[in-house]
């Protein structure tokens, strides 16, 4: 894996731990050599994750649509920034740079983002990783919800394996490598998104 693409808050959270959390991440993706690729922002945990990677000396490609570079948001000493017109073409550029996707603690854009390419994942447009950070249990009423809509039968069960959640990074970047994509009918092909 030479890039994996994190989604996070473009705040902070009511506890240190979140940021403490994405600093591990970003030590852990330093140390696999891996770079990282996230939405270019420098708030928050975003911006927590993008410093800790810069400053243990790890490659980081921003990509932000020009409104929210033209805000003063957007990163200014990042190895790469790929500006982008809309929010649509920053998810797919940042899908077609990554080789793996990782939610840290987020909110709405941050749950959009991994779902979307979650789906994709259903979808057979792409076999790469999809994980969750659960830091502090953040995300595990969220998949208890996923077990129920399992049981429900409106997520296949596969797919609902095909989400990698750790609590600790090194652990979630270890099964990222041992990955096995699951067997699904490809509905559609990437050239016609």
Same mark, same amino acid.
């Given at each position: &894996?030479?890039?994996?693409?994190?989604?996070?808050?473009?705040?902070?959270?009511? /506890?240190? $731990?979140?940021?403490?959390?994405?600093?591990?991440?970003?030590?852990?993706?330093?140390?696999?050599?891996?770079?990282?690729?996230?939405?270019?922002?420098?708030?928050? *945990?975003?911006?927590?994750?993008?410093?800790?990677?810069?400053?243990?000396?790890?490659?980081?490609?921003?990509?932000?649509?020009?409104? *929210?570079?033209?805000?003063?948001?957007?990163?200014?000493?990042?190895?790469?920034? /790929?500006?982008? !017109?809309? &929010?649509?073409?920053?998810?797919?550029? &940042?899908?077609?740079?990554?080789?793996?996707?990782?939610? *840290?603690?987020?909110?709405?854009?941050?749950?959009?983002?991994?779902?979307?390419?979650?789906?994709?994942?259903?979808?057979?447009?792409?076999?790469?990783?999809?994980?969750?950070?659960?830091?502090?249990?953040?995300?595990?009423?969220?998949?208890?919800? *996923? !077990?129920?809509?399992?049981?429900?039968?409106?997520?296949?069960?596969?797919?609902?394996?095909?989400?990698?959640?750790?609590?600790?990074?090194?652990?979630?970047?270890?099964?990222?490598?041992?990955?096995?994509?699951?067997?699904?009918?490809?509905?559609? $092909?990437?050239?016609?998104?």
């Amino acid at each position: &894996m030479n890039r994996i693409c994190v989604f996070c808050g473009s705040y902070s959270g009511a /506890r240190g $731990d979140y940021a403490e959390a994405a600093r591990d991440l970003a030590d852990a993706l330093v140390r696999e050599g891996i770079a990282l690729v996230y939405g270019g922002g420098r708030v928050g *945990l975003m911006g927590v994750v993008a410093d800790e990677v810069i400053g243990r000396g790890g490659q980081v490609i921003g990509v932000i649509p020009r409104a *929210l570079l033209r805000r003063e948001l957007g990163h200014t000493g990042l190895t790469a920034m /790929r500006v982008v !017109d809309t &929010m649509h073409e920053r998810k797919a550029m &940042m899908a077609e740079l990554s080789d793996g996707f990782i939610a *840290l603690p987020g909110g709405l854009g941050t749950l959009e983002e991994i779902f979307e390419i979650w789906t994709w994942a259903q979808l057979g447009m792409h076999r790469k990783p999809v994980g969750f950070l659960n830091v502090n249990g953040y995300y595990s009423k969220l998949f208890e919800f *996923l !077990d129920h809509g399992v049981s429900e039968s409106f997520i296949r069960p596969e797919m609902r394996r095909a989400a990698i959640v750790e609590s600790d990074a090194h652990a979630l970047l270890r099964r990222f490598a041992e990955y096995v994509p699951p067997a699904v009918e490809q509905w559609i $092909d990437r050239d016609e998104t």
